[in-house]
């Protein structure tokens, strides 16, 4: 079966050809690096269809003036079919006028490919780990954390959507302090459920009331053996029962907003599988990890601060303004050694580490992207690594903050959010900024059927093509057909060429890994469409249905279709259900 080319892939292939042509005649040396070649809209849609840079790319390795390269390049595309004109702007940008013939074979390629138009093959396989989430598994998920659950989630479709394969991985952190904590909450839940007078929650302890049930099944499987029996007896079997229920309720939060994780990775696992000496030791094979003593604190003297020797990362040979301990002085791993160790692993076994961290994380950033530096993948080289910080969100009501404290246990849960305004408008609205950007996530506006709310808008372009196809079959027997979209128009054309532009799109947001490119891009399409849908309003002759011209009522739905399908497309990458009616 031949490979349907998408238009911009199209010519892309077109440019190449046309650079070949030039390096066979001596016009441009062979072997120039083309990486960095793009083919995309120009900026001012005046300036034409496409736009490439190049000539800007070529010339200097090429020992020429931008100018002409341009020149040579635009006498080649010039002698395309599909070109109606070739223009060079500024010092080199070449533009192009591609034919409206061009653009209608585009409309029936979305057809043709339905679902998978936009698909790519760009990532060939790579295999990229998608971390994202890893809230300490000490209670149910809240809007903190949903941000991250969403971005995470969306990019990773989108990674698999582009041609990478994809780990979709939570990182869980049930070796640290709080899980300690958490522990010793559950026992005063369990004591409180074998009918023993607890009290007010202790200061410092997790109250909420979530933890009630995990108290009840403990006293259910144990009786009263630990009620009373010193906590070195109970605190470890309490820690591991209370993170696996834990992990039960977080799973299920997360389910409902269509997340799943292919691996849940345990920090005790790995530290009592010996992961964190493992990667020291391969440290300080390579002069990477070192004994010594960190300076003293800003503001600390040497008669209330004592020198201690710890095992130092090499982290300022990366770009860390300090080398960093990953042993604490009584030998236990630090956070970021048990870090480091845990990104060892994921090293390992992938091509490219992706994380999402809450903003609250920004000053680890630097530390751990200098490790992953330090480390080689299995082809010997650095792997990829990038971390994507998500800021918090703000709950509010008509405009009013909704408080919320984990610790206190008054705090709005994940689940709370999704029963009350579904889980479509939740994960749509997370991507409606970038992810670094502070978020406002107001119950009312979210809700709102108004063209401010992009949720509604976007969902309302699919639901208003299905509701104008329902309207032509009733009303005159009308159906989408191909047969006649020459009857298209400059405006609809617009609309195609709008469209078109979502295959690259979707590459050039895999290769930023950034998912709110997708929802940015259905809200331009959502208000394109409308936009023409409202000019039928004043003007009966651009309506979608024009009762008395059958043909170019076809086409029209025929574009209406395929806009459908874009929309669809990109809700799917979004992990969004598309509304047929509203």
Known sequence: MTETKTLYATFANHLSAALDALEAAGTLPAGLKRGAITVEPPRDPSHGDLSTNAAMVLAKPAGL??????????????????????EIAGPGFINLRVSAAAWLAELRTIA????????STMGGGAWVNVEYVSANPTGPMHMGHCRGAVVGDA??????FSGHTVTREYYVNDAGAQVQVLARSVHVRYREALGHDVGAIPEGLYPGEYLI?????????FGDRY???????????????????????????????????????????????GKPDEAEAWLRSK????????????GKTLEDWEAVELPLFRSTQFGDDQDRPIKKSDGTWTYFGADLAYHFQKAQNADALVDIWGADHAGTVKRIKAAVAAMTGADGDPTPFEIKLVQMVQLLRNGEPVKMSKRSGNFVTLAEVVQEVGKDVVRFTMLTRKPEAQMDFDFAKVVEASKDNPVFYVQYAN???????????????????????????EEELELVKLAAQFPRIVEAAAAAREAHRIAFFLGDLAAAFHGYWNVGNDRVEKRFIVAQDGELTSARLFLAAQIGQLVRNGLALLGVEAVEEM
């Open 65 to 86: 003036k931008p100018r002409d390269v341009a020149e040579a390049l635009a006498a080649e595309l010039a002698k395309l079919d599909t070109v109606t004109s070739v």
């Open 112 to 119: 043709v490919l339905g679902a998978d138009y936009g698909r």
């Open 155 to 160: 990019l990773a479709s989108l990674l698999e």
């Open 213 to 221: 049930p995990v108290g009840q099944q403990l006293a259910a499987e």
């Open 227 to 273: 009620a009373d029996a010193p906590e070195a007896e109970w605190l470890t079997l309490f820690r591991e029962k209370a993170v696996a229920a834990m992990l039960v309720m977080i799973k299920q939060d997360l389910a409902l907003l269509g997340i799943h994780h292919d691996l849940f990775s345990s920090e005790a696992e790995l530290q009592a599988s």
């Open 287 to 298: 002069g990477l990890v070192y004994d010594g003593v960190l300076e003293a604190p800003k």
């Open 463 to 489: 639901a208003r093509v299905h509701s104008t196809l329902r309207k032509g079959l009733a009303e005159g027997g009308f159906t989408p057909s191909p047969t006649h979209v020459e009857r298209l128009g």
